[in-house]
């Protein structure tokens, strides 16, 4: 049978898979610069404080239902929860509890969501097999360091085409982190990444839905799944990145395979990650950081807004244009309904996107006056807020990059105070402080499965009070 595709030949192109594989398994933590280590730190405290911080919303609860039965031994903790499941299911819940908020970290260059996937994996895999804290560190930065790349590759095409990047790169990421952690040869290393290719998947048609969070955690538990098969040399493609029929060619019309290999140990993509302020899609938080700076700016005023037009980036409208969100989860892909809580409650927590807020009167109200413009000349990190007053009277305000960019990054008190707003509603305070510490003192612990069980805290008797 003929095809029309145009598939570049295994000549055409190098061998991808195996060089990175070479990187991947000799690299060691001290070839890891200071500065990139204190990044993944960074990267894993605000993980935990946002899977601890999800551990009981209703997503969780009907996930863990529906596996609880199948699950095997229970090694592994569910954080923030007194449920213990097998590895592999462990690994796809603290994947979803960790991404159900839209909280998590950013790599900004693919919005990939970059530690969901890796250090949910990693942590399931260190219950069940002690792992040191600073091997799950240089573990943790090797995943995300492979699944940026990746992303890197064949982005924006890829996402463009309508997959979920997060789940796609993500399983690489998991892949590369657990594998090097169990000590998988460059052979295994190989098999696992032909096995974590064909299980790479994540449609964008599912952002507003309990299936989102899905894809981090599907991609934590396969990428597991992949170097765990690895290990008992079940084989694989040794080309799953590059072959004609392989990753990059089969799901996306760009493959440039320098962001892959060029520089690697020298320019890093995981010292370039960043947090978010805001509970909601990346390309919203410009809107908010506005709305509230306005809101701080006209105080009373508010209630005297006649109508706000927007002028956003294209993508900011292709993704969260939903003028009318029904539920929580919708509303983190309305700008409309994000720029209406800022204004009115400067608000853009997870509190702001709770099913009673996207319906609340005065909400909605404010969303219908509220319009926005697509203009290719704005950054997609950018906008303009123009804000028209029942008076006739206007006030403009331009946001040229968002508090949590890495141009106005978080600093470590802001992600502790982060993490310790999401935690303490779970956990206690006293287990959050304790939770955090014990986080930030990761490479000096013998055993990164302390984590989670201090992670459980109060949550059972939370848990029992709220029904879950």
Same mark, same amino acid.
């Given at each position: 049978?003929?095809?029309n595709?145009?598939i ?6 190098p ?6 594989v070479?990187w991947?398994?000799?690299? !060691?933590? #001290?070839d890891?610069p200071?500065?990139v ?10 993980w935990?404080g ?11 609860d ?8 199948f699950?095997? +031994? ?7 929860r ?6 592999l ?6 994947g ?8 998590d ?12 996937p890796?250090?949910?994996a990693?942590?399931?895999?260190a219950?069940?097999?002690?792992m ?6 240089t ?7 492979v699944?940026?790349r ?5 982005y ?6 309508? &997959?979920?990047?997060?789940g796609?790169?993500g399983? %690489?990421?998991a ?8 000590g998988l040869?460059?052979? @295994?290393m190989r &098999?696992?990444?032909g096995?974590?290719?064909?299980q ?10 309990? +299936?989102?969070?899905?894809h ?8 597991l799944? #992949?170097?765990?098969?690895?290990e008992?040399? %079940? ?6 990145i ?5 990753f990059?060619n089969v799901?996306?019309?760009k493959q440039d395979y320098s ?8 320019? &890093?993509?995981?010292?370039l990650?960043?947090? =978010?302020? %805001?509970?909601?899609? /990346?390309?919203?938080?410009?809107t908010?950081?506005?709305? @509230?700076?306005i ?9 005297? /807004?006649k109508? /706000? ?22 509303? !983190? ?9 800022a ?7 997870p ?8 319906n609340?009167?005065?909400i909605t109200g ?9 203009d290719p000349?704005?950054h997609e ?8 007053f029942?008076?006739? #009277?206007?006030?403009s ?13 978080l600093?470590?008190e802001?992600?502790?105070? =982060? %993490?310790?707003t ?15 510490a014990?986080? &930030?003192?990761?490479?000096?612990l013998?055993?990164v ?5 201090? #992670?459980?805290?109060?949550s ?9």
């Open positions: 049978m003929s095809s595709v145009e570049a030949t295994n000549a055409e192109v061998n991808v898979t195996s060089q990175l070479d991947i398994v000799d690299i !060691k933590g #001290s890891i200071t500065e280590r204190k990044e993944g730190l960074r990267t894993f405290v605000n935990i946002c899977a601890v911080g999800g551990a009981h919303h209703e997503t969780v009907r996930a863990l239902a529906a596996v609880m039965p699950s095997g +031994t229970a090694t592994s903790t569910v954080l923030g007194p449920e213990r499941l097998d590895a299911h462990a690994a796809l819940l603290n979803i509890t960790s991404h159900v908020l839209d909280y970290d950013t790599h900004l260059k693919t919005i990939i969501h970059p530690a969901g890796v250090a949910s990693l942590l399931a895999l219950e069940l097999r002690p040191s804290g600073k091997d799950f560190l573990a943790l930065i090797v995943g995300i360091e699944e940026c990746i992303g890197n590759s064949v924006p095409n890829h996402y463009d085409r309508g &997959w979920h990047i997060t796609t790169a399983v %690489f990421g892949a590369a982190a657990t594998g090097k952690a169990i040869s460059k052979q @295994q &098999w696992a990444f096995l974590a290719a064909t790479a998947s994540g449609l964008r048609e599912m952002f507003g839905t309990m +299936t989102k969070s899905f981090p955690g599907r991609a934590a538990q396969n990428g799944m #992949s170097a765990l098969l690895a008992a040399n %079940f084989d694989s493609s040794e080309r799953g590059e072959a004609p029929r392989g990059a799901t996306s019309t962001e892959i290999l060029d520089d690697l140990g020298t320019r &890093w993509e995981s010292a990650n960043s947090y =978010k302020p %805001f509970a909601c899609g /990346i390309v919203i938080h410009p908010i950081d506005g709305c @509230q700076q809101r701080a700016e006209i105080g009373d005023r508010v209630s005297a /807004i109508s /706000i037009h927007l002028t956003t980036h294209p993508l900011v409208l292709e993704l969260t244009g939903k003028k009318t969100p029904r539920t929580g989860l919708e509303g !983190k892909f309305s700008v409309y309904h994000s720029a209406a809580a204004l009115l409650k400067g608000d853009g927590a509190t702001a996107f709770t099913d009673e807020m996207v609340l009167p005065e404010l969303r219908d006056r509220i319009t926005a413009t697509a000349e704005c990190a950018s906008v303009t807020i123009d804000v028209t029942e008076d006739g #009277s206007r006030l305000k331009h946001v040229e990059r968002a508090i949590g960019s890495k141009d106005v990054p600093t470590n802001q992600i502790d105070a =982060k %993490f310790i999401q935690s303490a509603l779970v956990i206690g305070e006293e287990a959050t402080r304790e939770l955090l014990a986080a &930030w003192n990761l490479e000096a013998s055993s499965a302390d984590i989670a069980g201090i #992670s459980v805290g109060q059972q008797t939370k848990a029992k009070a709220t029904g879950s």
